[in-house]
């Protein structure tokens, strides 16, 4: 989070609870301090992405795009600056604003070096097959041949009982962003989006969610699409799709983002297969605030005595064949 984008934050952000986070967040904002920190890695390398809240989360559709400039010229500054540590970024969206986000897009790859877009898992609560979010999926895919980055969203004052008036525990975020990644997942595959953009690359955090956990229980009840729909207006879906649901859940990619956890990572590699998971770190967001996140995913994956190809390919081969770089030399 730039700091400049900070700011932006303290200003106009609406939920006192993430505000209190971030601004406390050292290695956020503080990109001297993370450079130190990662003397630790000699080998990591980071792609930065903005952290939430995005541009729409803070502003009205006039608003969020010059909040979208700020974030991304800040990204584009400290990759700039420190290049070794942070080769690229991706670029964040006025995503309530769909043909501004177009034009963000197109800025911030062709001139400031963006290698892909955020998007989180709705749009303003707008959910991600919406006709008017499909432009920008089909650009970043068709023209700009480059991924995207899904991370999830789902608000602390949305309660997980309807008798209360928010959730307690903190389980809208540790429970519920995992759903929303799912959800979101869910609405792109059964709207047929990979059969209008079978290109689309989309990086899925916490390794796509509850998907491949539940994939069993998904694949069975999903068969049955529509036999418990009592108006019958989801009767027709399955038949409009060209391939079977759990064919279009693996087109996804998942990242490593599961806490450290190998039998979790296991689970994801089996879905996903070693060809659809990239390192990540989810940097810094652990009580360490970023070394441990970065140890513990690297760990996850030794303990898991992966082959020499494989694990090379989650390390950074996917990643260098989502961004286009020379899988053979370092950006």
């Known amino acids: 989070m730039p700091p400049s984008y900070v700011e932006l934050v303290k200003k106009h952000g609406r939920d006192q609870g ?128 480059l991924p995207v980055w899904m991370h999830p969203t789902r608000p602390g004052h949305k309660a997980d009982y309807d008798t209360e008036d928010r959730s307690k525990y903190e389980i809208w975020q540790v429970l519920g962003w995992p759903f929303e990644t799912s959800v979101a997942m869910s609405r792109m595959v059964f709207s047929g989006l990979f059969d209008r953009l079978p290109e689309l690359k989309l990086i899925t955090h916490h390794c796509g969610g509850m998907l491949p956990y539940f994939e069993g229980r998904a694949e069975t009840l999903w068969a049955q699409l529509g036999s418990r729909s009592a108006d019958g207006s989801e009767d027709h879906v399955l038949a409009s799709l060209k391939k079977k649901p759990m064919e279009y859940f693996k087109m996804f990619y998942g990242d490593t983002v599961l806490g450290g956890s190998s039998s979790a990572l296991r689970c994801g590699l089996d879905f996903f297969g070693p060809e659809h998971v990239v390192f990540a770190s989810d940097c810094p967001f652990d009580p360490e605030e970023g070394p441990m996140f970065i140890r513990e995913g690297i760990r996850s994956i030794e303990t898991l005595n992966l082959g020499a190809e494989d694990a ?20």
Not at 312 to 331: H, Q, S, T, V
């Open 312 to 331: 090379r390919r989650i390390y950074f081969g996917n990643a260098f064949k989502l961004l286009g770089w020379d899988k053979d030399a370092k950006p």
């Open 18 to 145: 993430m505000i209190k986070r971030m601004s406390n967040l050292r290695m956020l904002w503080d990109m001297p301090a993370r450079v130190e920190m990662l003397k630790q890695f000699p080998d990591v390398q980071q792609i930065i992405s903005l952290a939430v809240p995005s541009p729409e989360m803070m502003g009205t559709p006039d608003e969020s795009p010059a909040y979208a400039r700020v974030a991304n010229e800040g990204m584009a500054a400290i990759c700039r600056e420190w290049p070794q540590q942070f080769p690229t970024f991706v670029a964040s969206l006025p995503m309530n604003n769909p043909q501004a986000a177009l034009q963000e897009m197109d800025h911030a790859i062709e001139v400031l070096g963006a290698k892909g877009i955020q998007v989180l898992s709705h749009a303003s609560g707008k959910a991600l097959d919406h006709p008017e979010i499909f432009p920008i999926f089909e650009r970043i895919t068709n023209h700009h041949h």
